[in-house]
């Protein structure tokens, strides 16, 4: 099973400021990387697929990159509704497996 | 649209089976894709627990496998999951969620709005 690790467990930032979140996989991953958003007491929403393409409807200021084993997901200037826990999953290898996530909280 | 809902008892005792239907609209299921259940504990991260092909193939998460079955009713549109001898553990959000059927396409675009069971005498 891969294991993935996201850092930090939590994330404080001001609105306007840059967010960077990063991901690891214990193994090669290739750019099967998805990330995804999750508010309170709703089900996540998928914001990037491949490493680094945007789903449909998500805003230019969220952008993925990495490959391998690294990843990295910036969210360039936080907005208010950008406040949220964030996961990575891996689709390389079954079982699909996500991160622990990370909490971007309000500083 | 496409969308997902999921159904079923809120409340399992231990030991019994859990059991979710997740009714899917604005899709048809034997179009394609895989069908696929997730779970969450309270306070927790993500679990796969498993997927569905239209054709009844499918891939279980192997900490889940002994205990989980996933079906499928392409007449109703809708699938299925049973998780057998449940305990606390097994309390959690139930999602269903849509993937896609090729490797680089396995992510989850479409998600159900999630189901609580709680496991508890």
């Known amino acids: 099973e891969i294991v993935m690790t996201q850092s930090p467990a939590t994330l404080s930032v001001s609105p306007g400021e840059r967010a960077t979140l990063s991901c690891r996989a214990s193994?090669?991953?290739?750019?099967?990387l998805a990330w995804y958003q999750q508010k309170p007491g709703q089900a996540p929403r998928l914001l990037i697929y491949g490493a680094s393409t945007r789903a449909t409807g998500i805003p230019a200021r969220f952008s993925g990159s990495g490959s391998g084993t690294e990843f990295t997901l910036t969210i360039s200037s936080l907005q208010s509704e950008d406040f949220a826990v964030y996961y990575c999953?891996?689709?390389?290898?079954?079982?699909?497996?996500f991160g622990q996530g990370t909490k971007v909280e309000i500083k | 649209q496409v969308q997902l809902q999921e159904s079923g008892p809120g409340l399992v005792k231990p030991s019994e089976t859990l059991s979710l239907t997740c009714a899917v609209s604005g899709y048809s299921i034997s179009s394609g894709y895989y069908w696929g259940w997730i779970r969450q504990p309270p306070g927790k991260g993500l679990e796969w627990i498993g997927s569905i092909y239209h054709s009844g193939s499918t891939y279980y998460n192997p900490s889940l496998k002994s205990r989980v079955t996933i079906s499928v009713d392409t007449s109703k549109n809708q699938f299925s999951l049973k998780l057998s001898s449940v305990t606390a553990a097994d309390t959690a959000v139930y999602y269903c969620?849509?993937?896609?059927?090729?490797?680089?396409?396995?992510?989850?675009?479409?998600w159900g709005q999630g189901t609580l069971v709680t496991v508890s005498s």
């Open positions: 999953q891996q689709y390389n290898n079954w079982p699909l497996t």
């Open positions: 193994q090669s991953v290739s750019s099967n």
């Open positions: 969620a849509r993937h896609g059927t090729a490797l680089h396409r396995y992510y989850f675009d479409y």
